[in-house]
């Protein structure tokens, strides 16, 4: 029994395709690949709460969708033709501090926000200034005899 499991090789557990597609859309905010159709549905059912609340990533995936139907129509219609590239109308170069910021951001959907972790951060530095001097402040004053 102790053989088999030894030897039996550990099952490989590939991302779902909808995990792929959100970790493509957290890499650098546009989703560059074309997934299968589905994919695109099961992605905006499993997106988290705060990326729904504060980013377009429900948007961005319905746009991603809809240009990879387009692509697949095109195919079966035997138009070749290649798609578009995927420029955002409006929206200015990236600068080196936005490339910056994306090194430092996380790669995958699961990973804890950044931000997050320098504002808590900050909220235990203030919380330690705020004990020090309320400290010193104590031992300062003088003690009146009663």
């Not at 989703?31 to 997106?47: D, F, K, M, W």
């Not at 020090?132 to 104590?138: F, S």
């Amino acid at each position: 029994m102790l053989a088999l499991a030894v030897a039996a090789p550990p099952a490989s557990a590939a991302k779902p395709c909808w995990r792929q597609l959100q970790d493509d859309w957290v890499d650098d905010g546009v989703i560059q690949s074309i997934y299968p159709l589905n994919c695109y549905r099961e992605a905006i059912a499993h997106v988290p709460n705060d990326l729904a609340q504060y980013t377009g990533i429900i948007d961005d995936i319905t746009a991603a969708r809809q240009r990879a139907a387009r692509a697949k129509v095109r195919r079966l219609a035997g138009v070749n033709s290649q798609p578009q590239a995927l420029d955002r109308p409006g929206e200015p170069n990236r600068a080196l501090f936005a490339k910056g910021f994306d090194r430092l951001s996380p790669d995958n959907a699961d990973s804890f926000p950044l931000p997050l972790l320098i504002l808590g951060g900050l909220a235990l530095l203030m919380i330690a200034a705020g004990g020090a001097g309320l400290l010193t402040r104590r031992f300062r004053t003088p003690k009146v005899p009663g």
